[in-house]
Nanobody, 116 residues
């Protein structure tokens, strides 16, 4: 049974930073791509960043603009998202995604609120 659990969300002021974490349980040695998505109220879920098994990274440049960094620790089945220079428009529920044995799995999401 593959499960993803995110943590690290919260309330932060504009310009602040947060580090999101996601831990995968079950079949951690068969994880291919891992990534982060987000969904703001009333909007569709959108892709933010992804990282491959070879640690190659891709970002939604229109969103990230050099502010976010994705990383992973494959031995721990974990993926992280370091978010800096946060803006109110970054407010959303952030979801972790992992492809395990070609199947996509999702976490339950963690709320990020950027507000003064």
């Amino acid at each position: 049974q593959v499960q993803l659990v995110e943590s690290g969300g919260g309330l932060v002021q504009p310009g602040g930073s947060l580090r999101l974490s996601c831990v995968v349980s079950g079949s951690i040695f068969n994880i291919d791509n891992m990534g982060w998505y987000r969904q703001a109220p009333g909007k569709r879920r959108e892709w933010v960043a992804s990282i491959g098994r070879d640690l190659s990274t891709n970002y939604a440049d229109s969103i990230v603009k050099g502010r976010f960094t994705i990383s992973r620790d494959s031995a721990k089945g974990s993926v992280y998202l370091q978010m800096n220079s946060l803006k109110p428009e970054d407010t959303a529920v952030y979801y972790c995604n992992a492809v395990v044995n070609t199947q996509p799995y999702w976490g339950q999401g963690t709320q990020v609120t950027v507000s003064s």
